[in-house]
């Protein structure tokens, strides 16, 4: 990762981890005009301190050539090593990084990028991560620490902020110094500022942004939030335009005059820039005022002591189960007094009805009872479809095809003239031809 041609280090100390870094641009590119950058870019050595700025994009490289030569067995002369490494950061006695700082390697054979936009509250802490490298192929590790003191910046923040959406660029591509610097110099041409700082880079995954397809080498895309000491041109502004707007609500490219100065490297999405003055914003802290719907401050939280007392769980008992079991066999045995003991019984019946309603139920239930007895004994009827057939031909009355004891339940309804006996074909007529019997 090197810098452009066009820029020049104005303080050494920005490289070495002791300061922040001046750029100068050569005349011949942009004229008489000095911009003002506090990106850090530092290469990683073991236990080093670097001094990042609030509220400026800190990146931090982890070289996997660097760590090559820690892991046994070492390379020969000449011979060529790549061993997949892979690197894992967390802040030190924590198992995670903070917040503020992200870290990102695409693939054990590239190098890991530390990178993040320090906040004013951790100004004045030492930071300390643990870089851990692991050797894929050896299963060693290595372990250095990297100390981030964070500094508080002049100009801190600055009033004008813009963020950009870059379409065709991964996280780890614009972090890249000369991809970085290139798309800093194209903000300046539109812009015209004193001093232009990277405050931050976001990938569009971290920002709910999907995993694009692996077609037409497709980028996730990247979030650019730049921060300037002077109000947004003309240029930046034409984005609130209401015909931008309309075209960016039919999902239709907005038209920016100033768009071709980004198009030759960078593809932005003109309807996804965000521009924000912090002039004009207003504290939105309001007061506390208790009341309803409000918890009073119950002062600092006193955990129980250690020595818990032993419980007594015998009332519990009787609650939960006792009294409970006692109610039920009371409803069950009031419930069978009333279904046992307090049934009137047939006689009580009889001796309540009057006698002659006695005397036609009886009546009915022995005429009911006869019915049924001589529907057991009495024969069943032939269907008229059993009885004795006439022959189409001769008359004569054919018998039925059973018996008495024939079983006539599984005998069919009807029946065919092809299972009639003594049937004699009828001769019919044809259109040609002769008569056949």
Same mark, same amino acid.
């Given at each position: 990762?090197? +810098?452009?041609r066009?820029?020049?280090?104005?303080? !050494?100390?920005?490289?070495?981890?002791?300061?922040?870094?001046?750029?100068?641009?050569?005349?011949?590119?942009?004229?008489?005009f000095?911009?003002?950058v506090?990106?850090?870019?530092?290469?990683?050595?073991?236990?080093?301190?670097?001094?990042?700025?609030a509220?400026? +994009?800190? %990146?931090?490289?982890?070289?996997?050539?660097?760590?090559?030569?820690?892991?046994?067995p070492?390379?020969?002369?000449?011979?060529?090593?790549?061993?997949?490494?892979?690197?894992?950061?967390?802040?030190m006695?924590?198992p995670d990084?903070?917040?503020?700082?992200?870290?990102? /390697?695409?693939? !054990?054979?590239?190098?890991?990028?530390?990178?993040?936009?320090?906040?004013?509250e951790?100004?004045?802490?030492?930071?300390?991560?643990?870089?851990? #490298? =692991?050797?894929?192929?050896?299963? $060693?590790?290595?372990?250095?620490?990297?100390?981030?003191?964070i500094?508080?910046?002049?100009?801190?923040?600055?009033?004008?902020?813009?963020?950009f959406?870059i379409?065709?660029?991964?996280?780890? *591509?614009?972090?890249?110094? $000369?991809?970085?610097?290139?798309?800093?110099?194209?903000?300046?041409?539109?812009?015209q !500022?004193?001093?232009?700082?990277?405050?931050?880079?976001?990938?569009?995954?971290?920002?709910?942004?999907?995993?694009?397809?692996?077609?037409?080498?497709?980028?996730e895309? %990247? =979030?650019?939030?730049?921060? #300037?000491?002077?109000?947004?041109?003309?240029? +930046?502004?034409?984005?609130?335009?209401?015909?931008?707007?309309l075209?960016?609500?039919?999902?239709?490219?907005?038209?920016?005059?100033?768009?071709?100065?980004?198009?030759?490297?960078?593809?932005?999405?003109?309807?996804?820039?965000?521009?924000?003055?912090?002039?004009?914003?207003?504290?939105?802290?309001? *007061?506390?005022?208790?009341?309803?719907?409000?918890?009073p401050?119950g002062?600092?939280?006193?955990?129980?002591?250690?020595?818990?007392?032993?419980?007594?769980?015998?009332?519990d008992?009787?609650?939960?189960?006792?009294?409970?079991? #006692?109610?039920?066999?009371?409803?069950? +045995?009031?419930?069978?007094?009333?279904?046992?003991?307090?049934?009137?019984?047939?006689?009580?019946?009889?001796?309540?009805?009057?006698?002659?309603?006695?005397?036609? @139920?009886? #009546?009915? /239930?022995?005429?009911?009872? $006869?019915?049924?007895?001589?529907?057991?004994?009495?024969?069943?009827?032939?269907?008229?479809?059993?009885?004795?057939?006439? @022959?189409?031909?001769?008359?004569?009355?054919?018998?039925?095809?059973?018996?008495?004891?024939?079983?006539?339940?599984?005998?069919?309804?009807?029946?065919?003239?092809?299972?009639?006996?003594?049937?004699?074909?009828i001769? /019919?007529? /044809?259109?040609?031809?002769?008569?056949?019997?």
């Amino acid at each position: 990762m090197q +810098l452009p041609r066009w820029w020049e280090l104005g303080d !050494p100390c920005a490289w070495t981890g002791q300061g922040r870094g001046t750029r100068r641009m050569s005349p011949a590119t942009t004229g008489t005009f000095l911009l003002t950058v506090y990106s850090i870019f530092s290469k990683v050595h073991s236990d080093r301190n670097v001094y990042p700025s609030a509220g400026v +994009l800190f %990146v931090h490289v982890l070289e996997r050539e660097y760590f090559k030569g820690e892991f046994p067995p070492y390379p020969k002369p000449g011979e060529i090593s790549n061993d997949p490494i892979t690197f894992n950061t967390n802040l030190m006695g924590y198992p995670d990084r903070p917040g503020w700082l992200r870290y990102i /390697q695409r693939t !054990p054979y590239s190098d890991g990028v530390l990178y993040g936009s320090p906040t004013a509250e951790n100004v004045g802490k030492p930071t300390i991560i643990e870089i851990t #490298a =692991y050797n894929r192929r050896t299963f $060693e590790t290595a372990r250095h620490n990297l100390i981030i003191n964070i500094m508080s910046a002049e100009d801190f923040p600055l009033p004008y902020q813009a963020e950009f959406f870059i379409k065709n660029m991964n996280v780890e *591509e614009m972090l890249a110094s $000369e991809v970085l610097g290139d798309f800093l110099g194209a903000v300046k041409n539109v812009w015209q !500022p004193e001093r232009l700082n990277a405050i931050n880079i976001t990938s569009a995954l971290d920002r709910g942004g999907r995993v694009p397809l692996p077609i037409n080498d497709l980028k996730e895309g %990247v =979030y650019v939030m730049v921060g #300037a000491d002077v109000p947004f041109s003309s240029c +930046l502004r034409e984005v609130e335009n209401p015909q931008n707007q309309l075209r960016c609500s039919q999902e239709m490219e907005p038209v920016i005059t100033c768009d071709k100065k980004f198009r030759t490297q960078f593809y932005i999405d003109w309807c996804k820039i965000s521009l924000v003055d912090k002039t004009k914003q207003v504290s939105t802290y309001q *007061e506390v005022i208790r009341g309803e719907g409000i918890l009073p401050d119950g002062g600092e939280y006193k955990p129980p002591s250690d020595s818990l007392k032993s419980r007594d769980y015998y009332t519990d008992f009787l609650i939960t189960l006792a009294v409970p079991s #006692a109610v039920a066999l009371v409803l069950f +045995l009031i419930l069978a007094y009333i279904m046992c003991c307090r049934r009137e019984g047939v006689e009580k019946r009889n001796m309540q009805t009057p006698d002659i309603q006695l005397v036609h @139920h009886s #009546a009915i /239930q022995k005429s009911t009872k $006869e019915l049924r007895d001589m529907s057991k004994n009495r024969e069943i009827a032939w269907p008229l479809s059993t009885l004795p057939v006439f @022959h189409p031909v001769t008359g004569e009355i054919i018998p039925p095809l059973h018996t008495d004891n024939y079983d006539s339940t599984n005998m069919p309804l009807m029946q065919t003239q092809q299972n009639l006996p003594h049937q004699t074909q009828i001769p /019919q007529q /044809q259109t040609t031809g002769k008569w056949y019997p």
